[in-house]
């Protein structure tokens, strides 16, 4: 309880923290920071300090609600195989850029998508078909920014735990996650992690802290 509260309070503040989702999943671990928070400074910095791919995930209620669908849905129709070996679905929805963007894969392009996309997310728990005229008239496709759908209850990767701290945070249910690389051609492993958020001064949870305190 005492890591989390002190993940919880770093969220609520706008700084990033670290999840690992277990040994017997991905085995890798995420920076996760509320999507409103994004700066550009700040995805520079998960660039240099993470290096994985930079996404925006929210539920998959609101991702439908703006007419998204998995990505899984439509490759399992061609016949093209959907599912990693770690297990489940993966939970892209789609790729997008917001149309004030230039090339969409700087930073500060990167950090204006994701700012907007959060906007985009608390204004559909709010009001659905005015957050989808929104993201139809001020994003295009396909871009450089992942949107993940959560599979709350259904699906334990970092896209749902994300969600959880989110909630448990009392924050909208729109963040950015980015997994973590490290020096070698693997992700890092536990200890790795462990020592980065030392290093960094992050709060590091396990998936299985975010388990236990799930509520559906």
Request: proline fraction near 6%; hydrophobic fraction near 45%; charged fraction near 25%.
């Amino acid at each position: 309880m005492h890591r989390l509260e002190r993940a919880l309070e770093y969220l609520r503040a706008g700084k990033p923290v670290l999840v690992y989702d277990g040994d017997d999943r991905e085995a890798e671990a995420d920076f996760v920071v509320p999507a409103k928070s994004v700066t550009p400074n700040l995805v520079r910095w998960l660039r240099i300090n993470a290096g994985g791919l930079l996404c925006f995930a929210t539920t998959e209620e609101i991702a439908r609600a703006l007419g998204l669908s998995f990505l899984s849905e439509y490759y399992s129709k061609l016949g093209l195989s959907t599912r990693p070996r770690y297990g489940d679905d993966p939970a892209f929805m789609g790729y997008v850029n917001h149309k004030k963007t230039f090339t969409g894969v700087r930073d500060s392009d990167k950090a204006l998508t994701i700012k907007e996309l959060a906007h985009i997310a608390e204004l559909a728990l709010k009001d659905p078909s005015l957050a989808r005229e929104e993201f139809l008239s001020n994003f295009y496709a396909p871009g450089h920014v992942p949107i993940l759908g959560a599979r709350l209850g259904r699906r334990w990767g970092h896209t749902e735990l994300s969600m959880i701290l989110a909630k448990a945070a009392g924050l909208p249910p729109a963040v950015a996650i980015i997994e973590v690389l490290g020096p070698s051609t693997e992700a890092m492993t536990y200890q790795e992690v462990s020592e980065l958020a030392e290093t960094l001064g992050v709060p590091l949870l396990r998936g299985e802290d975010l388990k236990a305190f799930a509520q559906f």
